[in-house]
């Protein structure tokens, strides 16, 4: 279903080809991210993938936009905690043109002293803004719980502080140790030929030398209590985001998590809506999600509840997962949420755009591309049992983490240390 090859210097490129479709969806991946920072130069991963869009030694920022967005296109970028992409949805004949910009993007950045400042300004907007918006950095909180003294814990666009202390020579280091082609996936999707992508994007890259592999700090869990964090704020409404650690990108325990998190908290279907939603009229959001890194992972219940209402929701929510550790989850539930993960794989995947997101987070991540039905296949065998064993394996109250932002009272702040004692 996937093609790859692997270029001499070890650059990879992957292609889905739906011959069906108008649109072409090209994707460059640096496996670089918030993971690989130290606390010094946090942020810098986003912070270069803001100056890469600032102009290249022959383009300027202007004309970055205008090639792509004058033949209608469009182009973007995101930086996450293991890698980072820069990405560009176009009609397919403009394939060439597509690759050519983002290779000019990738390989010769202008780095200019100017588009430096102007953007570290930019970013100290952007921190700013993250931190007016409680239902984000309540989130950032969380991390913090979770991984204490690590990468992971840190924000993904770093702190004022360090972003300020970032100079141009550790942008250029940090390029040079990372932007290596052993490091970067190239990610297509749309009614394209594989070996035509392979030629259009060799010719960019083919004489670039491979690199040392760079390596991450691992995580050492090491949590045996629940942490909590409470940031006091005049808001309308209680923040919250409690998380435990779970399991990695290659767990094989990773698809129950996903029927897990289905069950508990991913549409209004869910448990967790159910009661605190609907039967108990709590809150106006309440949701699960789930990341997955090399080497851990996390299982977060996301809230927005009524300011004087958190001590119950977290009783409701503690309940729930008391019951999911306890209880068979009934035959005609499971298939509810084996339907809905199977919908929304296959109805992602009609998409160029989130078809080349799909193959080129599971390369640069997992080394190999899982075709979605084999996938499928393994969501279809799990059992009640597997549901129970993990929940009793990931919902432990040493291992819970519970952040809010809201004007919380100190009475509230006790109630709710001693709920999450009791899961």
């Known amino acids: 279903m996937y093609k790859i090859t692997v270029l001499d210097n070890g650059l990879r490129i992957v292609t889905a080809h739906m011959p069906n479709m108008q649109s072409l969806s090209l994707g460059f991946w640096v496996k670089t991210g918030g993971r690989y920072e130290s606390e010094k130069i946090s942020g810098i991963s986003h912070f270069l993938e803001h100056l890469l869009f600032e102009g290249t030694k022959s383009r300027s920022c202007k ?57 570290r300004s930019i970013i100290m907007e952007e921190i700013k803004m993250y931190m007016d918006l409680p239902g984000h950095f309540v989130v950032e909180l969380l991390n913090e719980l979770l991984w204490p003294n690590h990468p992971l814990g840190m924000f993904l666009t770093g702190t004022q502080k360090t972003v300020n202390s970032i100079t141009r020579k550790d942008m250029v ?41 760079v390596s991450f700090k691992e995580v050492v869990q090491t949590q045996k209590s629940p942490r909590l964090n409470f940031s006091h ?74 300011n004087d209402k958190l001590s119950q929701a977290v009783e409701v929510i503690i309940k729930e997962l008391k019951k999911i550790k306890k209880e068979s989850v009934g035959k005609a539930e499971l298939q509810r949420a084996k339907e809905f993960y199977t919908g929304q794989t296959l109805m992602a995947l009609e998409d160029t755009s989130d078809h080349m997101l799909y193959i080129g987070e599971q390369l640069v991540l997992r080394d190999k591309v899982a075709n979605p039905a084999e996938i499928l296949k393994k969501i279809e065998k799990i059992t009640a049992g597997d549901i129970n064993r993990i929940a009793n394996k990931i919902f432990l109250s040493e291992k819970l983490n519970l952040a809010a932002i809201g004007p919380i009272k100190e009475k509230e702040k006790t109630d709710i240390k001693n709920i999450l004692e009791i899961l």
């Open 233 to 306: 704020k005049d808001t309308e409404q209680m923040h919250m985001a409690m998380g435990v650690p779970a399991v990695s990108v290659d767990d094989p325990d990773r698809f129950i998590v996903s029927l897990l998190h289905v069950i508990l908290g991913a549409n209004m279907s869910s448990r967790l809506f159910e009661e605190i939603r609907e039967k108990r009229g709590l809150a106006y959001e309440i949701t699960t999600s789930i990341k997955r890194y090399k080497d851990t992972g996390s299982f977060v219940i996301i809230g927005g509840i009524k």
């Open 173 to 213: 280091d940090y390029k040079n140790k990372f932007y290596t082609p052993n490091n970067i996936v190239i990610a297509a999707a749309g009614p394209i030929d594989h070996q035509r992508v392979v030629d259009s994007c060799r010719k960019y890259f083919v004489k670039l030398p491979k690199q040392p592999t």
């Open 63 to 119: 004309q970055i936009k205008q090639e792509i967005e004058g033949v209608g296109g469009s182009l973007n970028g995101f930086t996450g905690e293991e890698f980072t992409c820069y990405l560009v949805k176009v009609l397919t004949k403009h394939m060439d043109l597509s690759v050519d910009v983002l290779s000019d993007m990738i390989l010769s950045p202008a780095l200019t002293d100017a588009s430096i400042e102007k953007e």
